[in-house]
């Protein structure tokens, strides 16, 4: 796993090794960052934001890795919304909104993205693909990401 993160005001990346316990770290990591940008952990953004890191870099994990390449994971905090990216190294596996399969359990992660993001989408890379979506507090819930952009500063709106 790299050690290096990239942190400048308002966008956070990191790789990490494709193993579960590399999406299990990205997922805590995540909640650590909204937290620094003052989304407290357990509100409604924090956990959607949690959830979608955990199923997209669940799917790199489970779907993206090639031998001895990382994924990586990147938020940026914008006015309006987190926008999580998570690349990985299989540009041809592209994930699909498909059919869950209820006896084998799975097939529910992008679903509960969709569910749970304004918008979601795949974009190729060279090598590769990066699987994004933007996540904005719940209309009326008082929570929202505020970036002031001189400062390079979050914090939630509207509290």
């Not at 001895?68 to 190294?89: H, I, K, W």
């Not at 596996?93 to 795949?122: F, K, M, N, Q």
Request: aromatic share 6%; proline share 3%.
């Amino acid at each position: 796993m790299n050690a290096e993160i990239t942190l400048s005001g308002n966008e956070f990346v990191q790789r990490f090794s494709t193993t579960r316990r590399g999406a299990r770290l990205a997922r805590r990591l995540a909640a650590q960052q909204l937290a620094t940008w003052g989304v407290p952990f357990g509100t409604g953004l924090s956990d959607d934001v949690a959830l979608i890191v955990a199923e997209l870099t669940a799917n790199a994990v489970l779907h993206g890795t090639v031998s001895g390449r990382d994924f990586e994971l990147r938020l940026l905090a914008l006015p309006d919304s987190v926008r999580v990216e998570v690349s990985d190294s299989r540009g041809e596996r592209i994930p699909e909104l498909g059919l869950p399969d209820a006896e084998a359990g799975s097939g529910y992660g992008l679903h509960l993205v969709a569910a749970l993001s304004r918008t979601w989408g795949v974009r190729p890379r060279i090598v590769g693909k990066t699987v994004w979506a933007e996540v904005v507090a719940e209309a009326g819930g008082g929570e929202g990401v505020r970036v002031a952009a001189a400062e390079g500063e979050c914090s939630v709106a509207g509290g």
